[in-house]
């Protein structure tokens, strides 16, 4: 992803070529950071307090969507970076789920695995930092009832290297065995194994209907983990912000830039590599070049990137967390200013009208449900 000189923070700091701007710049950004770590959201009506914005870690491990379909040690590194770049600006809440690089995936590395190690090299280090770990159950057919997701979960603290995370959530809704599934997460809550639960990819229906069997047992349901962008804004057509909205449920946005689609780096000439390049076509990045530009010039008026400013129009929804995926330090310093600052209204109103005469992406099957 392109970065502007000012684009984060930490990126500031090393343009600083006079030792008296240096000093200036270093407790100006230490500041920066610290305003960007303090700024916290509680997650739906739970206890639980995170960053307004967090990192997937998706790609991290990954051989079957990301990263060409090999891992090597030199991506393994940029993952690192990406983490501890983005715990230097002040985010600290990280998606990970028991699916992304399993074993199904050839060659992959497990990416709770890498999360984990991560975590527990950090504290070598700096053992007062604290970092939100969001974690996911694969509601597999031949997954049934509430000790399966426990068992899931169990797996996934093991990978991690934790005794509990901070957010555990149900990938996506079952065939079969929904009411087990939600039964799973209360327990995992009074067992002290996370201290809250979320759904994803759930619809408005089935949003309400497990945020009621959980309210039956005084545990909230702190979010519904959804894709939304400015590209793809199913959850606002179909209901889904809108009992979340209701309910008290943050939305947390995956896929929030489109998988690099609305960063700008790809063009009708240059298209992304494998699987989303099925999906973000060279018709469709023609169409999207009207919208892009756009981006940029509103981006340049604040001195931000196309990434920042597509980020910062999901954070003024209100009560939506996005997570970009960050493959390296310079993608996580990257989103680390897309925080800060505020799009105006008008703007935001402008943004959207130019992207609603963009047809949108077929989204994730189980949305439907």
């Known amino acids: 992803m392109a970065m502007a000189m000012n684009v984060s923070p930490c990126f500031c700091v090393a343009s600083n070529r006079r030792s008296g701007n240096r000093v200036r710049a270093v407790a100006s950004e230490d500041l920066v950071f610290s305003k960007i ?68 995936s050839f060659g992959a590395i497990n990416s709770e695995t890498l999360l984990g190690r991560f975590i527990k090299e950090r504290k070598v280090k ?20 509430r000790q399966s997701v426990l068992t899931a979960l169990k797996d996934s603290l093991n990978r991690l290297g934790l005794s509990s995370v901070e957010l555990y959530q149900l990938h996506w809704p079952g065939i079969w065995g929904n009411e087990g599934y939600i039964d799973g997460l209360g327990d995992a809550v009074e067992q002290g194994l996370v201290k809250a639960v979320g759904v994803s990819n759930y619809s408005a229906s089935r949003l309400r209907d497990a945020y009621e069997k959980l309210k039956k047992r005084g545990i909230p349901l702190a979010s519904n983990q959804v ?65 892009l530009n756009r981006i940029k010039e509103m981006g340049d008026n604040y001195s931000k990137t196309n990434t920042q400013v597509v980020l910062n129009w999901l954070v003024a929804q209100e009560n939506v967390i996005p997570i970009p995926g960050a493959k390296n330090a310079q993608q996580a310093e990257e989103f680390a200013g897309a925080l800060g600052w505020r799009l105006t209204s008008e703007e935001i109103d402008e943004l959207r009208s130019l992207a609603m005469e963009i047809k949108p992406v077929t989204g994730f099957p189980v949305e439907k449900l």
């Open 37 to 104: 770590k303090n700024d916290k959201v509680k997650l739906g009506g739970s206890d639980l307090e995170v960053t307004r914005l967090g990192i997937g870690a998706w790609s991290w491990g990954d051989t079957s969507y990301w990263n060409n379909f090999e891992w090597d040690d030199r991506k393994m590194k940029a993952a690192k970076a990406a983490f501890d770049t983005s715990v230097d600006c002040g985010i600290t809440f990280f998606d990970t789920a028991e699916v992304y690089g399993s074993r199904f």
């Open 126 to 145: 700096d053992p007062e930092v604290e970092v939100a770990v969001a974690t996911k159950y694969a509601a597999l057919p031949w997954r049934l009832g």
């Open 227 to 291: 894709n939304y962008s400015l590209i793809y804004r199913a959850p606002e057509e179909n209901g889904v912000k809108a009992a979340c909205d209701e309910l008290g449920v943050t939305l947390i946005a995956y896929s929030p830039i489109a998988q690099g689609v609305l960063t700008g780096k790809y063009t009708p000439e240059n298209p992304p590599t494998g699987p989303r390049g099925q999906i973000y076509t060279p018709e469709f990045l023609t169409k999207l070049q009207p919208l």
